[in-house]
């Protein structure tokens, strides 16, 4: 504080003060200027009053001291709480909780840590936190991907990713998967699949394709790229945005599979997460195990612990994965729960 200097003697009224001063703060915050000025006339005057004020009276004779403050000071001498700020720095860490994991790449924990570290706002974070690649990038295009994406944004997306990926080899499957294949008038990214039914082909086009979306300026910024390899799924999560005037920066992910995990991918990446959670139940009930790559029989389980991964069963299709499970087909749409 600037006017903590020597001249100044010790604060008598710090037990009051101290109060306030988390109430101006949490002022300040809101824009609240009136209220915010009227607090900090009342903490200035308290701190250089040379002796402790004990009643209502007192305070109120003070100059710069109003009815609504020597109320709340009457408040905190009597009962030693202040219900007001209690209540409402409880409401504003809900806020600042609510505004932290609306970051990408932020969750509940580090939103709670956030906080913990006396953080409330965006711009506090942007200025003083200690933030990873992915939660900067989800800072600078908050309020863009927060909002979310029509259909007809998505089916755009979509076109630019299946033209550039044919021209790098025409014989790729390119699907939307994620809340855009369930129906969802608007999706939160746009979750895009690629694989090619020759088995051998999808090779090398994880690197090629992102490659030339960047050269194309659709892709702006990288959350993670995964090292490219030509035996196993390869998951990119990144940013995009459509040249088109007004055009939103979009979250989008993208995963390049060999075709026999296609089923198994697709199913996955179709989700609900919600829906593959019920579905991986169902299969170890079965004795069976599911994941985004395979359908796996004759599993061998030590409670969780897998003793034995099995053998993979062969599925070509979504359907084939339903009657495995002996369950009716569940379209997309129907896939929510
Ligand atoms: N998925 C999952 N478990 C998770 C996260 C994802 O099974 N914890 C699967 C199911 C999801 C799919 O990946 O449907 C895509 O993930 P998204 O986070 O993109 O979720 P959605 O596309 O379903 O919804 P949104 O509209 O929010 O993107
Ligand atoms: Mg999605
Ligand atoms: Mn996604």
Redesign the pocket.
């Known amino acids: 504080c600037a006017h903590s200097s020597k001249e100044q003697s010790e604060n008598m009224n710090k037990h009051i003060t101290d109060k306030l001063e988390q109430m101006l703060i949490i002022y300040e915050n809101k824009n609240e200027k009136y209220r915010a000025l009227g607090y900090q006339k009342a903490i200035l005057i308290l701190k250089r009053h040379p002796k402790e004020i004990q009643s209502r009276e007192e305070a109120l004779a003070l100059p710069g001291i109003g009815k609504r403050i020597a109320d709340k000071i009457w408040e905190i001498l009597q009962t030693g709480d202040f219900r007001k700020l209690d209540e409402m720095s409880s409401r504003e860490e809900t806020n600042s909780l609510k505004l932290f994991t609306d970051i990408h790449g932020v969750g509940p924990t580090t939103a709670r840590l956030f906080l913990s570290q006396g953080f409330k706002t965006l711009e506090d974070l942007k200025t003083n936190a200690n933030l990873t690649r992915q939660q900067k990038i989800g800072l600078k295009y908050y309020d863009e991907f927060n909002q979310?994406i029509p259909r007809d944004e998505v089916a755009k997306i979509e076109n630019q990713v299946i033209n550039a990926a044919l021209s790098l080899n025409n014989g790729l499957i390119v699907q939307v998967?994620?809340?855009?294949r369930?129906g969802?008038a608007?999706?939160?990214?746009v979750?895009i699949l690629i694989t090619h039914p020759d088995r051998k082909s999808h090779k090398g086009i994880y690197s090629k394709l992102l490659k030339l979306l960047h050269e194309q300026n659709f892709l702006t910024d990288d959350l993670v790229v995964q090292e490219e390899n030509a035996d196993i799924q390869c998951k990119y999560l990144g940013v995009c945005r459509l040249n088109e005037a007004n055009s939103l920066h979009r979250r989008i992910?993208l995963i390049v599979v060999p075709f026999d995990e296609y089923a198994c991918a697709l199913l996955?990446?179709?989700?609900?997460?919600h829906f593959?959670?019920s579905m991986r139940h169902l299969a170890r009930k079965l004795g069976l195990s599911l994941c985004e790559k395979s359908l796996n029989k004759n599993v061998i389980r030590n409670g969780t612990e897998k003793i034995n991964t099995g053998e993979r069963l062969v599925v070509h299709s979504e359907q084939d994965i339903f009657r495995v499970l002996n369950i009716p087909y569940r379209e997309p749409e129907e896939r929510d729960f």
């Open positions: 979310r998967c994620g809340s855009y369930r969802k608007t999706c939160g990214d979750d992910d996955y990446f179709t989700g609900s997460a593959n959670r």
